[in-house]
Every structure is written in structure tokens, then in C-alpha cells.
């Protein structure tokens, strides 16, 4: 199973370890060609303002908004979720293929992260996560279900093919959501 990683800012390179770790490859996506060869896409926490500038400046959206469409399993993590999103208060949707509405940064500052371990519904270990000027929900359409809460709060969430969490399982390693994602490709 060959799995992408959007590499073109944030933590990329803890995608990949996770997902070698979990039996796929990584392959780091960065030209549209790139996607041809995946069977799945994460998009890592880093900053979603300089994700969507060099997903413009590189034509990833339209591509990866069609391989969406038709099918292709999608992990968002963090700046990943929120690229994903439907609508950002006060800010650009990129992609906007999840019907969420998501706050940036809402979760306090750098100094504020911590890490919490969560019951996430078909996972069947408590799941490690790291929140670091982490997004939040503010509005879930429909279609999306809530996998797992964080003080009364979705943190994970799914709608078909896509998978978002506002915290970085990658940064510690945790495998599980990773799996669940191969699972669906
Ligand atoms: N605050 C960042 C943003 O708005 C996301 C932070 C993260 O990915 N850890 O893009």
C-alpha cells in the first residue's frame, strides 16, 4: 500500500515514519504527477496558511479535491484538519471538503499544548494525542460523524473518505489512526 504524505510544509516526516511503522510505504507528495502513485494522503500539522500558499503555487488543489471526490482515504491532523475544512472563522477554506466549520489557534498558545490520551471509537487502544495551537469545531454538518471528544469537544472526526483530528498523533508516534485510514483505502 503506497501512502502519501503532503510534504510541502509542517510535519511530513512524522506521516511517513508513522505510516512505514504501520506496513505502507510513504511516498511524499509534492507535484500533482505524485498523486497518481498513492493510495491514500495524509496532510500534517504545520502552519495552514503556508500549506495553502504552496498548494496553490504548485496546482494541488484541484487535483486533490478530484481524487477526494472519487474515493481517495484522507488523514488531516491539525493544520491538516483545518485545510480540510468546509469554513475557517475568519479565514480561507483550501481544500473545503469536510462539512465543518473550524476555529484556528483556539486551543491557546504555543505554550499551552499538552497531550491527552482518547477514547476513539473503532480504535481499540486509548489514543495519544499532542494539541499544539490546536484548531476547534464549531459547527459539524450531517454527514459527519464524531469519533472521539476532548472536554465535550470533537477532536476526531469522519466523513467518508476523510478522517481530520485536531490534536498530532504523528509527533508521538501513535499508529492508530494511520492503520484506521489504511484500512479504509
Ligand atoms: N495553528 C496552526 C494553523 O492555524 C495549526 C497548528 C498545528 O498544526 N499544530 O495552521
Redesign the pocket.
Known amino acids: 500500500m503506497k501512502a502519501g504524505v503532503l510534504a510541502l510544509q509542517?510535519d511530513f516526516r512524522e506521516h511517513a515514519r508513522v505510516f512505514a511503522e504501520a506496513g505502507a510505504t510513504p511516498v511524499e507528495v509534492r507535484l500533482p504527477a505524485d498523486l497518481d502513485a498513492v493510495d491514500c494522503l495524509a496532510i500534517p500539522?504545520?502552519?495552514?496558511?503556508t500549506i495553502g500558499k504552496l498548494a496553490r503555487a504548485y496546482d494541488l488543489v484541484e487535483p486533490i479535491r478530484e481524487r477526494s471526490r472519487a474515493g481517495m482515504p484522507i488523514l488531516g491532523t491539525?493544520?491538516g484538519m483545518?485545510v480540510l475544512a468546509r469554513e475557517v472563522e475568519g479565514g480561507e477554506a483550501l481544500f473545503g471538503l469536510m462539512d465543518i466549520s473550524v476555529r484556528?489557534?483556539a486551543y491557546g498558545r504555543q505554550v499551552e499544548s499538552f497531550e491527552a490520551d482518547l477514547d476513539v471509537r473503532g480504535i481499540d487502544h486509548r489514543v495519544r494525542g499532542v494539541f499544539?495551537?490546536?484548531?476547534w469545531i464549531e459547527r459539524i454538518g450531517d454527514g459527519v460523524e464524531v469519533l472521539a471528544e476532548f472536554e465535550d469537544r470533537p477532536v476526531v472526526l469522519e466523513q467518508g473518505n476523510l478522517l481530520v483530528t485536531s490534536f498530532?498523533p504523528e509527533l508521538v508516534g501513535e499508529t492508530g489512526l494511520h492503520r484506521y485510514l489504511l484500512r479504509k483505502a
Open positions: 509542517g500539522g504545520g502552519e495552514s496558511t491539525c493544520a483545518i484556528r489557534n499544539i495551537r490546536a484548531p498530532h
